[in-house]
C-alpha cells in the first residue's frame, strides 16, 4: 500500500490547533538589513501581526520556520514563546513546511500554514478555512484562493462550481488555459497533522524551478481519493511583501481599513487619509481627529478628546474631552486627564497632566506630575536631565508658571503658588507662595542713545 493511500479522514469540526509560519526567505528586494518579516506595518513587524492574529485563533502551537538573517527573526518572537525551526537551504515552500516537523512533534490537531510576508490574514478567514477543513467530508486540505486583478506569476486553482480542487499548478508549469483561471494560490492552507507530513515526504521537484512546492500535497491527496477544497478571501488580505513599494501598499490598506472602523466606531476623522493609526491605537467615541495627525504605538484617547492638526501621540494616554495640539508632540509616559490642555509646540514625556490643567505654547513637560488646574505658561521648561540622571518636577494643583520658567528638577511648586515669568526655579516653592527668581531690572536714561552715537564715531574714524 502507498504512503498516501494511508492518510486517513478526520471529521472532528473542531480540534486543536497549531500554526506554521514560513520566513526563511532573503527578502533581497527589500534592500535592508532588517529581515523582510520584521519591517513594521502600522509600528508592529509583519511577522508579529501574523502572530496576534494567531494567537486569536487559540493555537496550541507556533512555529517560525526561519533561514536568512535567523538571529532577528528568533529575537522577535522569542518573547512570546514561539519555537522557531531551521531550513538552511532554500528548497521550496514544502521543503520549509517539513523542518518544523519535529517541533510539532505530538501534535494531533489542524495545522495552518502562513507566510511571514503576508501579514494581514486575519483569524476570522483562518477560522473559515479550519471550520471548512472540519466538515463531514472530510477534505484533505483547505486552501485560501484570491483573485488578483493581475494573475501573472499566482500558481493557479482549477475548482468546480462547489470549491473542490480538481488542479493546482504553478504558472511556470501552467498550460495557456489554465493560466486563463482567475482563482489564484495564496500559498496559504490548513491541513491534519496526520496527513501534512505524509503528503509532505512524498512531494518531489521535477518541475520548472526544481523545487519541493507545497501545493503539490493537494494533488498526491487527490491520488489517493482524498480531495481538497479552496476558500476565497479578497486579494488585499493575502497581499504580499518583497518590496519597499509593495510594504507601503500593504501599510495603506491596513490604514484604510483602520480609518473606517474608527469612523464607524464614532470617531469624526476630518482628513482621513491624513491620519496614520498604529495597531493598537484605542480611539473612542465623539473623538475628533483633524488633518495630519501620526499615532504610534501605545495610545488610547478617551471619549470627547480633540486632536488638533499636525499632532504626534505615541505611549500616551488621553483623558475624556482633553484638547492635544496642534503641532503637540506626545511621548511615552504622557498621561493627560479629564478636560486637560496642551496646545501649539507643547512636547510631554513621561508627565501626568491633572484634570482641567494647561499648557497651550512653545512648553517641554518632562518627568513632571502637573496637578489639576494648573496652568503652565508659554515656553517653560522642565529641566529633568542633568547629563547623568532623570529628576522630576511637582506642580500642584492651581499653581501658576509664569511663561518662560526653567523648573529645574527635582522641584516641587506647592498648590496654588505663582512662579513669575522669566524665573528660573532651583528650590521648592511652598503652596500659594510668589517664587521671584530673575536677575534686577536697570533704567539707564539715554544710555542707547550715547551708545550709538559713540559707536558711529568710532565707524567714521576707521574710513
Known amino acids: 500500500m502507498s504512503q498516501s493511500a494511508q492518510i486517513e479522514p478526520h471529521s ?11 520566513a526563511a526567505g532573503k527578502g533581497t528586494r527589500m534592500k535592508s538589513d532588517l529581515h523582510k518579516v520584521l519591517h513594521p506595518i502600522a ?23 526561519t533561514g536568512a538573517g535567523r538571529a532577528q527573526v528568533e529575537a522577535a518572537v522569542a518573547p512570546l514563546g514561539i519555537a522557531t525551526a531551521v531550513q538552511t537551504e532554500q528548497l521550496g515552500t514544502a521543503h520549509a513546511v517539513l523542518q518544523a516537523q519535529a517541533a510539532l512533534a505530538g501534535f494531533d490537531g489542524d495545522v495552518m500554514i502562513l507566510y511571514g510576508d503576508v501579514p494581514l490574514v486575519g483569524a476570522a478567514t483562518m477560522r473559515r478555512m479550519l471550520d471548512r477543513l472540519g466538515e463531514d467530508d472530510a477534505p484533505a486540505a483547505a486552501v ?73 500535497i493537494v494533488m498526491l491527496a487527490a491520488a489517493a481519493g482524498r480531495s481538497s477544497v479552496v476558500i476565497e478571501t479578497d486579494a488585499d488580505e493575502v497581499a504580499g511583501v518583497n518590496s519597499r513599494g509593495e510594504l507601503a501598499g500593504v501599510e495603506a490598506h491596513w490604514q484604510s481599513l483602520r480609518r473606517a472602523r474608527a469612523m464607524a466606531e464614532g470617531a469624526t476623522l476630518i482628513a482621513p487619509d491624513t491620519t496614520w493609526f498604529a495597531h493598537d491605537t484605542v480611539i473612542g467615541r465623539d473623538v475628533v481627529i483633524e488633518p495630519n495627525v501620526f499615532f504610534g504605538p501605545g495610545v488610547t484617547v478617551a471619549d470627547g478628546a480633540i486632536i488638533h492638526g499636525f499632532s504626534h ?19 511615552p509616559g504622557a498621561v493627560m486627564g479629564e478636560r486637560s490642555k496642551v496646545g501649539n509646540f507643547v512636547e510631554m514625556k513621561k508627565t501626568m497632566l491633572g484634570a482641567g490643567a494647561k499648557a497651550n ?41 509664569g511663561s518662560n520658567s526653567a523648573l529645574v528638577a527635582p522641584v516641587t511648586i506647592g498648590a496654588g503658588a505663582i ?45
Not at 510668589?434 to 534686577?440: E, S, W, Y
Open 12 to 22: 472532528d469540526a473542531r480540534r486543536a490547533v497549531a500554526a506554521i509560519i514560513l
Open 313 to 331: 501621540i505615541e505611549g500616551a494616554t488621553i483623558g475624556a474631552n482633553a484638547e492635544v495640539g496642534p503641532f503637540a508632540r506626545l511621548r
Open 361 to 401: 505654547h512653545l512648553t517641554y513637560l518632562g518627568d513632571a506630575d502637573v496637578g489639576a488646574g494648573a496652568n503652565v505658561g508659554a515656553g517653560t521648561i522642565t529641566c529633568n536631565y542633568d547629563g547623568f540622571f532623570k529628576a522630576k518636577t511637582v506642580i500642584g494643583e492651581g499653581a501658576f508658571i
Open 43 to 65: 509600528g508592529r513587524p509583519m511577522l508579529l501581526h501574523l502572530a496576534a492574529a494567531v494567537a486569536e485563533l487559540g493555537a496550541a502551537r507556533t512555529v517560525v520556520v
Open 144 to 216: 485560501l484562493g484570491f483573485r488578483p486583478e493581475m494573475p501573472g506569476a499566482y500558481g493557479r486553482i482549477i475548482a468546480d462550481a462547489g470549491g473542490r480542487i480538481v488542479k493546482m499548478v504553478e504558472a511556470k508549469d501552467a498550460s495557456a488555459d489554465e493560466l486563463g483561471e482567475t482563482l489564484c494560490n495564496s500559498g496559504l492552507m490548513a491541513v491534519r497533522s496526520s496527513d501534512l507530513f505524509a503528503l509532505l515526504a512524498q512531494v518531489g521537484n521535477d518541475n520548472a524551478a526544481g523545487e519541493f512546492y507545497l501545493p503539490d
Open 419 to 463: 512662579v513669575a515669568a522669566g524665573s528660573i526655579i532651583t528650590s521648592n516653592v511652598e503652596p500659594d507662595a510668589l517664587a521671584l527668581a530673575r536677575g534686577r531690572q536697570e533704567a539707564r536714561s539715554g544710555w542707547a542713545k550715547r551708545f550709538r552715537a559713540a559707536m558711529a564715531a568710532k565707524k567714521a574714524q576707521s574710513k
